[in-house]
């Protein structure tokens, strides 16, 4: 019985005949690449986007429920504000975003020292003199002091610290950086952020001469009035809004 033989043609040094590289005997490339399977790599890929997907949908989820846990406990501020001419629009009263009539400034936008805007027009008189004298001598020194946060009704100051327990997960470390409506100096017109960073920081550096003051360690922006520096220098400062008697209310 005769044994069935492979012809094959000749081979280069290092090459493999066709029938080794195709078992069924084929020699036709086209069809043996029409016959392959869809590549991993591509199952890979579409399973991996629907993974994605499926994480994205659940991080939303799972922040909107951070969020109302966060609402619905006893020490989360209230969201309503009422009564007096400084309580604020009736947007932020109802809980809303607060508006320019509020003391409103966006996040990296800032004011001139002189602008008739809300948020400077109702800082305490002596405070706006004293910022405008420091913004002359600041100038001089090619330094553009603005205002980053000014005077706020109690409603923007309520939304802040609504803000600020979300972001930092309670109320006790939201104190730290955010007054209540009630003790705020801000909402009482005897306290500025300034802006930006090294105009706080000419500030801080001169800003006693005009009496202007650095009140807090871990605000580096936040500045209030104090005559008495002009002769015997600004106070120690607090580290933080906690240790203020002043916001113990």
Known sequence: MDTPTRT??????????????????????????GGRPPRPRRRLFRLLVVLLMLVTIGAGAAAAVVTAAIAARPDYPDTVVSGGTDAGSAVARG???????????????????????????????????????????????????????GWRSKA??????????????????????????????????????VSPYDAADWLNRHGAQFGLCRTYDNEAWHFELSPSAVDAGCPPMFRDPTEDPRMQG
């Open 8 to 33: 094959t043609t000749s081979l280069r040094p290092g090459t493999a005949p066709e029938w080794i590289l195709d078992p069924s005997g084929s020699t036709d490339r086209e069809q043996r690449a």
């Open 95 to 149: 809980g809303g975003r607060p508006t320019a009539e509020d003391g409103y400034i966006a996040d990296g936008d800032s004011l001139a020292v002189s602008d008739a805007a809300p948020a400077v027009a109702r800082l305490d008189p002596a405070l706006r003199e004293a910022l405008q004298q420091a913004h002359a001598a600041a100038a001089e020194d090619g330094v553009d002091l603005r205002v980053g946060g």
């Open 156 to 193: 923007y100051q309520a939304w802040l610290l609504r803000d600020a327990v979300r972001t930092y997960g309670s109320a006790a470390e939201a104190a730290r950086w955010v007054g209540t409506p009630e003790t705020s100096l801000h909402v009482k017109g005897q306290a500025v952020d």
